[in-house]
């Protein structure tokens, strides 16, 4: 069974400071890891997605990594912004049902 | 493209009563759509697989006569909350599988804030 767990579970930093968030799975064999964002009460904005086969993704400030081997993906995001202030969730699709498995997220905070 | 869409957005209903919500893939077919739920301050959980024109597949531990889901076409999901209760107070989220060229990806509707009193 697919476990994904991300680190921290909560992250505060001042404004314009580069940071990154990690999340890991346990079964590397999966089809593509995604970078959502969710804000309070709010649904989930996907941000970045990276296939099985690629190794990092990226968008504007943000750059996200992979390692199946290891089972660990990255997010990455400079020069932070009070608006990147929003809880981050890593899923990841994976399995002969192809069901996608959720972080447990990290609650970012970037103080002004 | 690859738009999915959850209707409604938000409900408040009375305990007992049920509710619909319905999940659409706006531009594309979805052969499979699956539906998540997120407890206060936790990830989502799936909770089934919907599939087209069959029966859906639930997870362990989540009631089938309790959430009854049809998938009664290619583009549409639905998920009623029967008899709801306080603690079916939730926020639910579905995805629509996207199956052009390869690898599959699944694009996630909004989400419906479900309020029981």
């Known amino acids: 069974k697919q476990e994904v767990t991300q680190i921290p579970a909560a992250l505060s930093v001042p404004e314009g400071e580069n940071l990154v968030l990690n999340c890991s799975f346990t079964d590397s064999a999966i089809y593509n890891l995604q970078w959502f964002r969710q804000d309070p009460g709010k649904g989930l904005t996907s941000l970045l997605l990276?296939?099985?086969?690629?190794r990092e993704q990226t968008s504007g400030r943000l750059n996200a990594s992979l390692d199946k081997s290891s089972g660990r993906s990255t997010l990455y995001i400079a020069a932070s912004q009070p608006g990147d202030s929003a809880t981050y969730l890593c899923?990841?699709?994976?399995?002969?049902?192809?069901?996608?498995?959720f972080g447990t997220g990290t609650k970012l905070q970037v103080i002004p | 493209g690859a738009v999915v869409s959850q209707h409604p957005s938000w409900v408040i209903c009375k305990s007992g009563t049920s509710v619909k919500i319905e999940c659409r893939s706006l531009d594309f077919q979805a052969t499979t759509m699956f539906w998540y739920r997120q407890f206060p301050k936790k990830s989502l959980m799936l909770m089934a697989t919907?599939?087209?024109?069959?029966?859906?597949?639930?997870e362990q531990g989540v009631e089938k006569d309790k959430f009854l889901i049809n998938h009664a076409s290619l583009t549409l999901s639905t998920l009623t909350v029967t008899s709801a209760h306080p603690e079916d107070s939730s926020f639910y989220i579905c995805?629509?599988?996207?199956?052009?060229?390869?690898?599959?990806?699944?694009?996630f509707g909004p989400g419906t804030r479900l309020t029981v009193l």
């Open positions: 990276i296939q099985s086969s690629q």
């Open positions: 995805s629509a599988r996207w199956r052009e060229g390869r690898p599959d990806t699944q694009y």
């Open positions: 899923a990841v699709l994976s399995g002969g049902y192809q069901k996608v498995t």
């Open positions: 919907s599939n087209e024109g069959s029966k859906a597949t639930y």
